[in-house]
């Protein structure tokens, strides 16, 4: 008997923000000052977040957007999305323990998590592949699609990647306070 598969691709991609060393002492003094509020809602549990947090999305968004916007453009040119506009971005700080729980981003066409500090890439972002109970379960992905992919990022990276694909973070390891700042942000295609 033959048996044949066939499959879909799973896109994760990352970029290096080019101009990353020049704004980021000065992001994260930005980010720091504004002594954002802790996320704990629903079992996670991040230090400081700006989710849902009009007055505290604006000078860092300007720093950040007008720095990275037209490496985002080439990025997303590549990924046939010639057209595109930001739905939503917040930041996250992260401090040894914390962790945010398995979520997607829901109706945007990428979702996107630009690693400001990271002290540590085992602290990146985990994917979990949509069909990963059949591969658990019956083995039946080849194995360069693991049910389990956490990409081999650096500081500076931007991972984009579908808004339904499942992602946490894993619970933060080290010493030091604030040892991750992202910055998250949604991108829909337009036109
Ligand atoms: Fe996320």
């Known amino acids: 008997m033959e048996l044949r598969k066939e499959g879909f691709e799973i896109p994760v991609y990352i970029s290096h923000l080019p101009n990353h060393e020049e704004i ?3 992001l994260l003094e930005i980010i720091d ?3 954002a509020p802790a996320w704990t809602e629903n079992g996670l549990n991040i230090a400081r977040c700006s989710y849902d947090q009009g007055k505290l999305n604006q000078r860092w968004r300007r720093t950040f957007f007008d720095a ?3 490496h ?3 990025v997303y040119a590549e990924l046939k999305t010639p057209k595109w506009e930001l739905q939503r971005a917040w930041f996250q700080s992260y401090d040894p323990g914390n962790m945010h729980h398995l979520h997607t981003h829901g109706a945007c066409t990428w979702a996107n998590a630009y690693y400001l500090k990271l002290s540590d890439p085992a602290n990146a972002t985990v994917f979990y592949h949509p069909s990963r ?3 658990e379960l019956r083995g039946c992905l080849e194995s360069d699609s693991p049910p389990r992919l956490q990409p081999d990022v650096r500081e500076g990276d931007i991972v984009h990647f579908p808004g339904y694909l499942e ?6 390891r080290g010493e030091d306070p604030e040892s991750k700042t992202i910055i998250a942000f949604n991108v829909t295609q337009v036109g």
């Open 24 to 26: 980021r002492d000065g």
């Open 33 to 35: 000052e504004l002594d």
């Open 68 to 70: 990275a916007r037209s």
């Open 72 to 74: 985002l453009s080439e």
């Open 133 to 135: 109970h059949w591969v």
């Open 167 to 172: 992602h946490e973070a894993p619970v933060t």
